[in-house]
């Protein structure tokens, strides 16, 4: 939504907007006009008071009947409302899924393509469903006849609705997974809004709550993947539908446990200490095959290391070899513990590449100076080589802030390589900047033009260095 002129958030329709003006401006002048429009809204039985979320039509009735001085509950019953087959679902409890919807409406022939839950702009669960009905007959009985019932133990009120309305949740919820998808979090499934996954987060978490004997199913499950995770989310889609079908079977939750991990060649390193760097890990695992191309040390949203590190190895065979050799051995005096993980794990936790490169450039240049400052604190020669490179580079910078990203990339790629800081150190030929250091506090920008002359330059092409006080600097 836009922001309208009448100083609230606008439909997009000129003629809706008009329609809310008036009623909002007929609830200001006086609590008998804003009685009425109560009465009317409680006539039409659809749980919204506020005039933004009714349809035209509907506002429409109302303002006729206002202006003819009818009673609002007359005019209510012959609104477009009264006649709908989409009815609102209010109370939903956050765990639940479309599936419990579906159930709970069952007798009234509701499928899941006719089902929808609603989500707030941040992508959250808001507790309302939108169902739609093969007749408004339908909806008006299931209106009477499951008011108030429950869905897992929370009474749900519903209310007539309108396509319009369900559109309008529909829309927010589909901005909520665009921006969701920017984040690297897709959400999959009806409508583009939920997803799979989601669904059997859900469903496991109903299953761990029911018992303590269908809890501790799921922990034995876990433990038998050697995952070290028992938070579903943490679960690949593959592994929960595994353990809800084996569950559903009656079978041990250890059998499935097996069938699920047979595939898989990525391992998580847990306890890598916080200055410890990719090299560190693939010293750790030589003689597996493993190169830095392999590692990606886990990162938090905020970029930080988690001390947790993934590898994938080039094989499934190599990868269970290594989980059983190198548990519990260490890494710079840190125990370091092994478990399987996939590359869905991988990705959620990790900051890849491309991904940093293209959306967040800052993080990728953070990430960077980090890797350097590592190098230097926890190498011997780290310190010199970055020394040597930084003279050679002739940029009078050992910041490594103050370097761009790719002078950074150069130096780290030089590193790994063993190969000497000179020869990543070249200036990049098409740079046309120069920083000039020890220009007197006196000088103006004529004293750098005039200092060269030779070379051509005007007013324009120079700057004088000032603090974050508004002082000069002494550079240009």
């Known amino acids: 939504y836009n922001s309208s002129p009448m100083g609230w958030a606008s439909s997009g329709d000129i003629q809706k907007d008009h329609l809310t003006a008036r009623i909002k401006e007929i609830q200001r002048s006086g609590q008998d006009a804003k009685d009425k429009w109560y009465r009317f809204c409680d006539a039409t039985r659809t749980g919204n008071r506020d005039p933004a979320r009714h349809d035209c039509d509907t506002l429409r009735s109302f303002l006729s009947a206002y202006d003819n001085g009818e009673a609002p ?18 109370g939903v409890p956050f765990q639940s899924d479309v599936l419990d919807v579906v159930y709970f409406l069952r007798e009234y022939g509701v499928t899941e393509s006719q089902v929808m839950l609603a989500r707030s702009s941040e992508g959250r669960k808001t507790g309302e469903a939108y ?15 499951k008011q108030n019932q429950e869905i897992r133990g929370r009474y749900i009120e519903l209310f007539r609705s309108s396509t319009e309305e369900r559109d309008q949740a529909l829309a927010q919820a589909q901005m909520a ?35 303590f004997e269908q809890k501790s199913k799921w922990e034995r499950y876990c433990d038998a993947t050697r995952t070290g995770n028992r938070d579903p989310s943490l679960h690949s889609i593959e592994s929960m539908r595994m353990f809800l079908e084996a569950l559903a079977r009656g079978e041990e939750p250890e059998a499935p446990a097996k069938r699920a991990v047979t595939s898989t060649n990525v391992l998580r390193l847990r306890g890598v200490p916080f200055q410890s760097d990719i090299l560190d890990v ?58 399987r993980s996939s590359e869905e794990e991988q990705a959620q936790n990790t900051i890849a590449g491309g991904l ?28 010199t080589k970055w020394e040597e490179f930084c003279t050679v580079m002739r940029t009078g910078n050992r910041d490594p802030v103050r370097h761009t990203a790719e002078s950074l990339k150069a130096f780290i790629d030089s590193y790994d390589k063993g190969e000497s800081p000179q ?47 508004g002082r000069k600097t002494g550079e240009a």
Do not use: W
């Not at 007359?74 to 679902?89: G, N, W």
């Not at 690297?184 to 709550?209: D, L, N, T, W």
């Not at 938090?300 to 051995?329: C, R």
């Not at 293209?358 to 590592?374: F, H, N, Q, S, T």
């Open 423 to 469: 020869a990543s150190a070249t200036l990049n030929p098409s740079t046309l900047v120069l920083r000039l250091r020890g220009v007197p506090f006196q000088s103006d920008v004529n004293d750098v033009i005039g200092f060269l002359a030779p070379y051509d330059i005007d007013g324009a092409q120079v700057v004088l260095g000032h603090g974050r006080d």
């Open 73 to 90: 509950e007359i005019t209510a019953a012959q609104t477009k409302a009264s006649s709908s087959s989409v009815l609102r679902l209010r």
């Open 356 to 383: 940093t490169a293209g959306l967040y450039p800052e993080r990728e240049k953070d990430e960077l100076v980090a890797r350097v400052k590592m190098i230097q604190r926890s190498r011997q020669d780290g310190r």
């Open 282 to 339: 693939v010293e750790f695992l030589q003689g597996y095959g493993v190169d830095k191309t392999q590692v990606a040390l886990g990162r938090s949203s905020s970029g930080k290391v988690t001390g947790e590190a993934f590898v994938a190895f080039v094989s499934v065979e190599m990868a269970e070899k290594a989980l059983d050799e190198k548990q519990n051995q260490e890494i710079r005096g840190r125990y370091i513990e092994l478990f």
């Open 177 to 211: 997974t665009a921006h969701a998808a920017m984040q690297g979090r897709v959400y999959e499934g009806g409508y583009g809004v939920f997803s799979e996954k989601e669904e059997m987060v859900a469903r496991i978490k109903a299953i761990q709550r029911s018992g």
């Open 131 to 145: 169902a739609v009905f093969s007749t408004p007959e339908l909806a008006e009985r299931a209106m009477e006849e």
